[in-house]
């Protein structure tokens, strides 16, 4: 069965500031891998997904992500936090049955 | 605009009593799904259904319902035997097959419901 970690439960960030955040994930296939952003009450919104070709991959809000197989992992990254970036971000791992599995989310708090 | 509604946004219900939640989407997606999040867990697979009149159980089926008349709509009910109702439900649908559209889930905005 498919998992994944993000092994950051909280991250505080300045504006302006890099930002990074880890996920590991199992699966014994090719992964087909997402990052959602959720703000507080709402639904999620899809960022970006990897399913094939180029390792790195660019979503909305000037967010990217790098696929590592060798390390079983995709992590998101944004040049410059923005304080609308404030929010949790969910790493999730697609399986062949159509099934997403979603890690525990990290929060991220952006400081003035 | 296609989307999914959730309704009602907020609902609070006694403790013993079952309830319904509302998912209806019309972007024509094949699949629907409704997912449970509760602080520091993530996001947590109810029940799902990639046809009309067919659905299976998720990771925490007990003590939910649901069922898929209309491809449009999937109702959830939480019911009596559901022993932590309180949460944030969130409801979802995708595409199946192959391509890149079929990759994503597009998310309803939730229902939030408090047991007391």
């Known amino acids: 069965a498919q998992s994944v970690t993000q092994p950051d439960i909280h991250i505080t960030v300045s504006e302006g500031a890099s930002l990074e955040l880890r996920c590991n994930y199992s699966?014994?296939?090719?992964?087909?891998l997402f990052w959602y952003v959720q703000s507080p009450g709402q639904g999620l919104q899809l960022l970006l997904k990897?399913?094939?070709?180029?390792?790195l991959v660019q979503g909305i809000k000037g967010f990217e992500a790098e696929f590592k197989r060798s390390q079983s992992s995709f992590n998101l990254r944004k040049p410059s936090v923005h304080w609308s970036d404030a929010a949790e971000y969910f790493c999730?791992?697609?399986?062949?049955?159509?099934?997403?599995?979603f890690g525990a989310g990290t929060t991220v708090t952006v400081r003035a | 605009d296609g989307g999914i509604t959730q309704s009602p946004k907020y609902l609070f219900r006694k403790e013993g009593q079952n309830v319904t939640l509302s998912c209806e989407q019309n972007l024509n997606h094949d699949a629907m799904y409704w997912y449970r999040q509760d602080p520091g867990q993530g996001l947590r697979l109810i029940y799902y259904s990639q046809i009309v009149n067919d659905f299976q159980k998720g990771d925490i089926a007990e003590g939910y319902s649901v069922s898929r008349e209309k491809k449009e709509s999937f109702p959830l009910t939480v019911t009596s035997a559901q022993k932590n109702p309180t949460a944030f439900y969130l409801c979802?649908?995708?595409?199946?097959?192959?391509?890149?559209?079929?990759?994503?889930?597009?998310f309803g905005s939730g229902t939030r419901l408090t047991v007391v």
């Open positions: 979802a649908s995708s595409i199946l097959g192959q391509g890149p559209r079929s990759y994503g889930y597009t």
């Open positions: 699966y014994g296939a090719t992964p087909y």
């Open positions: 999730a791992v697609r399986s062949n049955d159509y099934k997403l599995s």
């Open positions: 990897y399913f094939s070709g180029d390792t």
